[in-house]
T-cell receptor
Framework: RKEVEQDPGPFNVPEGATVAFNCTYS??????FFWYRQDCRKEPKLLMS???SGNEDGRFTAQLNRASQYISLLIRDSKLSDSATYLC??????????????????FGQGTILTVHP | NAGVTQTPKFRILKIGQSMTLQCTQD?????MYWYRQDPGMGLKLIYY???????DKGEVPNGYNVSRSTTEDFPLRLELAAPSQTSVYFC??????????????FGPGTRLTVL
């Protein structure tokens, strides 16, 4: 089983639609959760962190269910500029050879969203 | 600040050739990372460094080497290129005080094709 699994899509939605992406993770010790956005042939960029109580940033709402090991991202009133790949990312603690903890990021394969006029 | 910069942007190698992918950050970040992203896949960690002179293996280190002689630079070396190393390579950096709160910033990537 992959550590982080996402529905790869693609999701094709009209402008103004609401779309939801889901993600599951297998490591119950995972501590932090994020959604990154990656435009075609570009680097990933942090979209938002995901908190246990759920959080909202404008048209974007993220939810975390630790019991079910499930993360979601809801996009309301989709814009053409929202077209991108959305990566679910989970951070867990690792220790390097010197004993220092660092945050290991595990990426899902990404969900492709295309918003059309 | 330029952030994280990577060179070259694109490269085509023949099997068995070697090359170095360059990564530089000007944010005085202590941690630096190399990832690879294969088509339709998430990023996988190749190597990381917690500071100058200290490096450690990630998930997929085979076929690669790294060094960190300065805080700013973290080059990735491919000694004997193989077709399986065709990928997009991203360098990232973060300022880690406490592991759960740092944010990684990514460079623009290097697209490598091995033929």
């Amino acid at each position: 089983r992959k550590e982080v699994e996402q529905d790869p899509g693609p999701f094709n939605v009209p402008e103004g639609a609401t779309v939801a992406f889901n993600c599951t993770y297998s490591n119950s010790a995972s501590q932090s959760f994020f959604w990154y956005r990656q435009d075609c042939r570009k680097e990933p960029k942090l979209l938002m962190s995901v908190y246990s109580s759920g959080n909202e940033d404008g048209r974007f709402t993220a939810q975390l269910n630790r019991a079910s090991q499930y993360i979601s991202l809801l996009i309301r009133d989709s814009k053409l500029s929202d077209s991108a790949t959305y990566l679910c990312v989970v951070k867990s603690a690792r220790r390097d050879a010197g004993g220092t903890s660092y945050g290991k990021l595990t990426f899902g394969q990404g969900t492709i969203l295309t918003v059309h006029p | 600040n330029a952030g994280v910069t990577q060179t070259p942007k694109f490269r085509i190698l023949k099997i068995g050739q070697s090359m170095t992918l360059q990564c530089t950050q000007d944010m005085n970040h202590n941690y630096m990372y190399w990832y690879r992203q294969d088509p339709g896949m998430g990023l996988k960690l190749i190597y990381y460094s917690v500071g100058a002179g200290i490096t450690d293996k990630g998930e997929v280190p085979n076929g690669y080497n790294v060094s960190r002689s300065t805080t700013e630079d973290f080059p990735l070396r491919l000694e004997l290129a193989a077709p399986s190393q065709t990928s997009v390579y991203f360098c990232a950096s973060s300022y880690l005080v406490e592991w759960s709160t740092d944010t990684q910033y990514f460079g623009p990537g290097t697209r490598l094709t091995v033929l």
